[in-house]
């Protein structure tokens, strides 16, 4: 299997849940190509081109760390690739994590990837589902309200404030776009700066008011899963919970949190059954679920992670389950000859 990886920028890729898919995909003897989000080329009569970077396939890495020292190394091979030439292409580059004046790779990798998905490449998750995703906090909004918390996105500060008072003044405010726990305020009755907040973050987009949940004093879950149902391995289920620091109201792992262990309680399952059937028909193939109790709080499609710390908490490696579901879906997409399309393919089983 030919499967090409796209990252933000390999030159400054950490040795997360990306680095350790690939690291496992390379130990199951498949060719993997990584891409920096810049790396596409468009001419009008010809096939895609990808300025690729490949570890050598003689490379022996034992973890992702070596890996990725290989992958950002002077023995790492530079090829100009036909995206053709491909079976899949694993978009995992995260928009909301680019720096100041990179708006460009934004939105590069989605555009991209439905162009090679019209010449034919497996491309997970599929493209046309995450141009439609791509706000992943918005497409948040068209899953079951019994499950999420009160919320409203505007810009209007008059409707924040009247949602505050709603709320019993306490809220949580975002923007629509962003994620690692930036910009997120906790906004209670004992702020004096509510105003100079809402101006400050509406001032880059659109506002999210979202009603403030006490259990998240206890952290946050973070359910990951694969063609619609959590992934499961060795009779073990990929469910982290994410512990924020002392005086941090925020479960980010960016931001200081630490990894426990959590069972799958019966509302979560609630959550994930009402969540995995728009995902599977959407065709979004690997995603993760946010959840407080019984709320869920985010979702994230773009590049879902945290199987880095799963080592941590005893759970096993997932990314073999991972790579191997991926093999099956080539399988599926070679057998059926072009008869099932790249949506369907995505959330085979």
């Known amino acids: 299997?030919?499967?090409?990886?796209?990252?933000?920028?390999?030159?400054?890729?950490?040795?997360?849940?990306?680095?350790?898919?690939?690291?496992?995909?390379h130990a199951r003897g498949h060719e993997v190509f990584v891409m920096s989000v810049g790396d596409f080329n468009f001419h009008h009569d010809a096939p895609i081109s990808i300025n690729s970077t490949r570890v050598p396939k003689s490379t022996k890495t034992k973890s992702p760390?070596?890996?990725?020292?290989?992958?950002?190394?002077s023995k790492a091979r530079k090829k100009k690739i036909e995206a053709t030439s491909l079976d899949v292409l694993f978009i995992r580059n995260n928009p909301t994590e680019e720096a100041s004046g990179r708006q460009w790779a934004e939105q590069a990798g989605v555009a991209f990837?439905?162009?090679?998905?019209?010449?034919?490449?497996?491309?997970?998750?599929?493209?046309?589902?995450?141009?439609?995703?791509?706000?992943?906090?918005?497409?948040?909004?068209?899953?079951?309200?019994?499950?999420?918390?009160?919320?409203?996105?505007?810009?209007?500060?008059?409707?924040?404030?009247?949602?505050?008072?709603?709320?019993?003044?306490?809220?949580?405010?975002?923007?629509?776009?962003?994620?690692?726990g930036q910009d997120v305020f906790l906004i209670d009755e004992h702020e004096k700066n509510v105003n100079q907040i809402i101006e400050t973050i509406s001032s880059k987009g659109y506002v999210i008011a979202q009603e403030f949940l006490p259990a998240v004093k206890d952290g946050d879950v973070r359910v990951l899963l694969m063609n619609g149902r959590i992934m499961e391995k060795d009779g073990k289920q990929a469910i982290i919970r994410r512990v924020s620091g002392e005086g941090e109201f925020r479960s980010n792992f960016a931001l200081g949190a630490t990894a426990d262990s959590s069972e799958l309680t019966p509302e979560m399952q609630r959550i994930v059954d009402l969540t995995a059937p728009k995902l599977i028909r959407d065709g979004l193939?690997?995603?993760?679920?946010?959840?407080?109790?019984?709320?869920?709080?985010?979702?994230?499609?773009?590049?879902?992670?945290?199987?880095?710390?799963?080592?941590d908490i005893g759970l096993p490696d997932f990314t073999s389950t991972v790579i191997k579901a991926i093999e099956r879906k080539v399988e599926y997409k070679n057998e059926y000859g072009g008869q099932l399309s790249n949506r369907v393919l995505a959330t085979m089983d």
């Not at 299997?1 to 990306?18: H, P, Q, R, W, Y």
């Not at 906090?137 to 919320?151: G, M």
Request: aromatic residues 8%; contains cysteine.
């Open 65 to 73: 760390k070596k890996f990725l020292e290989a992958l950002q190394g």
């Open 1 to 25: 299997m030919k499967i090409c990886f796209v990252l933000n920028d390999i030159a400054i890729e950490k040795a997360g849940t990306s680095v350790a898919l690939m690291t496992t995909a």
């Open 113 to 180: 990837g439905r162009m090679m998905q019209q010449q034919g490449v497996l491309v997970l998750n599929d493209a046309y589902a995450l141009s439609h995703a791509f706000i992943d906090k918005l497409y948040f909004e068209e899953l079951p309200q019994s499950i999420k918390p009160d919320s409203i996105i505007t810009r209007s500060k008059e409707d924040i404030l009247e949602f505050w008072e709603k709320m019993d003044k306490k809220m949580v405010l975002k923007p629509l776009e962003g994620s690692g």
């Open 285 to 311: 193939f690997f995603v993760g679920l946010d959840i407080v109790k019984d709320k869920l709080i985010e979702i994230n499609v773009l590049s879902p992670g945290g199987m880095e710390h799963f080592k």
